[in-house]
Structure formats: C-alpha cells, structure tokens
C-alpha cells in the first residue's frame, strides 16, 4: 500500500519531533512492565493485535483470559519505536449481554493502556486498542468472538 510506505518514511522524524516538544521516555520501572505482568497473575495470553506502520510496530494490543475468575484483561502495549513517549493509547473491552457496555481505558500514557478488566463466563467478547502515533491513528476492534 502506498500510503503505509509513505508513513514509514516519516516514522522516526515523528518520534524525534514527539521528543522535541518535550514527551520524553519514561523511566525504567514502565519499560520493565509485560503485558501479561499487568494483568495479573493467572491471566494467559489467548490473542494479539499488532498496529504497524509498514514494517515498523507501533504498538500491540493484548487479550488475556482467567480460567479462574472467568475475567478477560485487555492492554495495549507500546513497541519500542513508541515506548516512553505520552501517546494517546487505549484498550477496551466489552462482554455480549452482560449489560454493562464497553470498558475503556484511553489517555496520554508512555508505555500501556489497560488493564480493562471485566469477567465474561461463558460469553462472547469484542475487545480492541489504539494508538495515535503522530502519523497517523490506528484503531482495532474484533468480532465478538472468544466465546465460551
């Protein structure tokens, strides 16, 4: 596609104009942080997204189920072309029928959106992410899907 190798040519002119208008990489404690770490313990990874530019990832959002608690957690981590730099990110989650509607976590954050949380038993779920990366803002949301 023409317009993604467009994009990629402006990846890291965008990074260093980010850190020019002073967003500057967090601190180590938030690069330590994994996806499944901020869930918690017992969640398992059960699906991914990634949100590229070309070749270049800019982020990925994370779905993880809790047998136990029967709860999914969503979070939408940065890749390291995008991590310590204050992005709007977010990750949301919602669960059919339950009644509740969409959970969503969306601000400025350096490194990961999330954890959304909510318990799903034996129903299907839609989930997704974001991230605005001064190139443009990528968007995911599946199907309701993972049912059960």
């Not at 990961?112 to 001064?134: D, F």
């Amino acid at each position: 596609m023409r317009t993604s190798a467009r994009r990629s040519a402006i990846i890291a002119p965008a990074v260093a104009a980010l850190a020019a208008l002073g967003a500057t990489p967090a601190g180590a404690a938030a690069a330590a942080a994994t996806p499944a770490g901020v869930c918690g313990s017992g969640y398992t990874q059960i699906d991914s997204h990634a949100f590229r530019n070309a070749s270049t990832e800019l982020a990925r959002v994370h779905l993880f189920y809790n047998a136990s608690t029967r709860s999914n957690c969503v979070v939408t981590f940065h890749s390291a072309s995008t991590g310590g730099y204050a992005l709007t990110t977010g990750a949301w989650l919602d669960v059919d029928g339950d009644g509740k509607g969409q959970a969503k976590d969306q601000g400025a954050y350096a490194s990961y959106a999330g954890p959304v949380r909510l318990a799903a038993g034996s129903r299907c779920v839609k989930w997704g992410g974001m991230i605005e990366a001064g190139v443009g803002t990528y968007t995911y949301t599946s199907s309701w899907e993972h049912c059960g």
